[in-house]
């Protein structure tokens, strides 16, 4: 019976795929984890216990049938689980590298609850997926019937992909323009490879290549291109560029070179990783080699810039937050592999300005409390007075999170309407901006946020401009 390979969660314990030591991982920057055997992850997807209503599937942003893919995969049907995770999500292998189910799926998993220690669904996601391009179960993607209308996608990051992926699946012609010279976005240059090798992100855009997507990379909209002449080639528009402004830092000494942005530094070490020349990290300015290291923020760009930073042989790598560890946004998971890796936390601290003529040699950091909660209910740090102290720094990466760009003027567009924030103004169930046949998805819409939401705004996104194009087609036949 199926119900005897499920409901194991009393007699078999939790456990992650196996970690290799900080001492070897922190010099290279392959994936710490190692993947399941086949009967680990059969024995660790048979302490499901099948819930009735399953918290894990509600809080997962795309609500992948987590249940049913876990009972497949502890019955030995690794096909079927395949199957029924691809249904949901456009790329679940990268979900169970990056997505924090710390605090999504994992975070609100039942027995997790009643103390018997989550079921590791990301690994398990991940090995699904894994074997099943190694089994060759990835097919290619063939529509049924090819269609005449096309659809131009500004950006290729994980929304832009998600989007072509489904609509390309229905036989509409897709082109996809971006900036850099490489598709993927931040899956590509922002995320180091220890969380995320590239050889899986270059995977599945080879396989929308194959599918017939046409890449325009090397595209500045704006400069190279106009919105104007890409949206006169398409029948429809999906804006799906992420944000990439770096939030500023507005302190003494602030424009001393050695400070540099965190998208800056993560894209350096990610196309030398790639083989490109980057003559900036050849030249020392965006490599931590032999450098006192310290990072400003507490989300996961901040994690990244650390562990990279320990990987390129800085001397020391310190990340100052002004709150606690319990309030830091960024996965917890993360902050610990970051610790065994070497890298020192400075809890409840904030840069006040930055010393050095030329070239920054010392960050003055100023010593913080929490104090009352603000509107979110988060405690407000508060400065304690007399408490500052320098900290030496050698560079200084500053990864403060990130801001939309300015895009109505960035691409000198009339009547693209944007909120308060800067984000481009869609509609919430459509992502149908102000203009006719524009659309929007991803952080371009919400604002900085996980890779996850981004492939369901992109999933959402291609449903509604294949409804668009649908009516189009009906009227313009009557």
């Not at 350096?268 to 990783?273: I, V």
């Not at 020391?316 to 902050?335: F, H, I, W």
Request: charge should be negative; aromatic fraction near 6%; proline fraction near 4%.
């Amino acid at each position: 019976m199926a119900t005897e390979k499920m409901l194991k969660f009393v007699t078999v314990g939790r456990d992650m795929p196996e970690k290799r030591g900080a001492e070897v991982r922190r010099e290279d920057f392959n994936e710490i984890y190692s993947e399941f055997a086949a009967a680990k992850a059969e024995e660790q997807a048979s302490r499901c216990s099948q819930c009735g209503v399953p918290y894990c599937q509600a809080h997962c942003p795309l609500h992948n049938n987590i249940p049913d893919w876990l009972r497949m995969t502890a019955s030995g049907r690794l096909q079927e689980a395949y199957e029924i995770s691809q249904a949901t999500n456009t790329f679940p292998e990268i979900c169970g590298r990056i997505c924090p189910q710390d605090r999504l799926c994992e975070g609100n998993c039942v027995i997790e609850q009643s103390g018997h220690g989550t079921v590791t669904i990301g690994s398990v996601e991940k090995y699904i997926t894994d074997t099943a391009w190694e089994q060759g179960w990835v097919k290619p993607i063939v529509p049924a019937a090819e269609r005449s209308e096309s659809v131009g996608i500004i950006g290729a990051g994980p929304a832009g992909l998600a989007a072509a992926d489904v609509l390309r699946r229905q036989g509409v012609q897709v082109t996809v323009y971006d900036r850099y010279d490489r598709a993927g976005g931040l899956l590509t240059y922002g995320i180091p490879g220890f969380k995320l090798e590239k050889d899986v992100v270059m995977r599945r855009i080879a396989q929308l290549e194959e599918a017939g997507v046409e890449f325009v990379m090397n595209c500045n909209v704006g400069e190279d291109l106009t919105f104007d002449a890409i949206r006169g080639k398409h029948d429809a528009i999906l804006i799906s560029t992420g944000v990439y402004k770096t939030r500023d830092l507005v302190a003494p000494g602030s424009d001393a070179s050695g400070i540099v942005r965190a998208i800056d530094y993560l894209t350096a070490s990610n196309r030398k990783n790639f083989g490109d020349d980057v003559p900036e990290y050849d030249s020392g300015e965006l490599n931590a080699e032999g450098k006192n290291v310290v990072v400003i923020g507490g989300g996961d760009t901040a994690m990244d810039c650390v562990r990279t930073a320990i990987r390129q042989g800085a001397t020391s790598v310190k990340c100052l937050y002004r709150r606690d560890r319990a309030n830091m946004p960024g996965s917890q998971r993360e902050t610990q592999n970051a610790e065994e890796e070497g890298v020192e936390f400075v809890w409840l601290a904030a840069p006040k300005g930055f010393e050095g003529d030329a070239a920054v040699t010392g960050v003055e950091v100023q010593k913080m409390r929490l104090g009352a909660p603000d509107a979110s209910g988060r405690q407000m740090p508060e400065v304690i007075e007399g408490a500052d102290y320098v900290e030496p720094a050698d560079l200084v990466i500053k990864a403060l999170g990130f801001e939309p760009e300015d895009l109505p003027k960035l691409w000198g567009v009339d009547g693209l309407d944007v909120t308060r924030w800067g984000t481009v103004k869609a509609d919430f169930g459509t992502g149908q901006t102000s203009l006719d046949g524009v659309y929007a998805a991803g952080d371009i819409v919400r604002g900085a946020s996980l890779v996850v939401w981004a492939i369901r705004d992109g999933r959402d996104c291609a449903q509604s401009i294949l409804s668009y194009l649908n009516q189009s087609a009906t009227v313009a036949a009557e």
